[in-house]
Nanobody, 118 residues
């Protein structure tokens, strides 16, 4: 069972937007607040890849494929990390996951499916 529970995926048309959320229900605040959390995705037939990551101080980094279209943010009091993706493309279709650190260091959850299609 993963440390995070992801949600917010769905079917969206090209050019649309989604806001994904991942919450860490079993982490206490003092554990969650200092950790780095990344959003990853895995498209059919492809390796899982890092999409965006946010550190304890709010420093962010993005994969080139989503740079300028995605924003990662966190709310420590809610033990939640968000990923807003705009101008969605068909190549963004994947299952999206959260994990701590990069390389990822925890177990994977169920993820949330994002499908971009007309």
């Amino acid at each position: 069972q993963g440390q995070f529970v992801e949600s917010g995926g769905g079917l969206v048309q090209p050019g649309g937007s989604l806001r994904l959320s991942c919450v860490a229900p079993r982490m206490i605040f003092s554990v969650f607040a200092p950790i780095t959390v990344g959003w990853y995705r895995q498209a059919p037939g492809k390796e899982r890849e890092l999409v965006a990551i946010i550190s304890r101080d709010g420093t962010t980094n993005y994969a080139d494929s989503v740079k300028g279209r995605a924003t990662i943010s966190r709310n420590n009091s809610r033990k939640t990390v968000y990923l807003q993706i705009n101008s969605l493309k068909s190549e963004d279709t994947a299952v999206y996951y959260c994990n701590r650190d990069s390389p990822p260091s925890g177990s994977w959850g169920q993820g949330t499916q994002v499908t971009v299609s007309p």
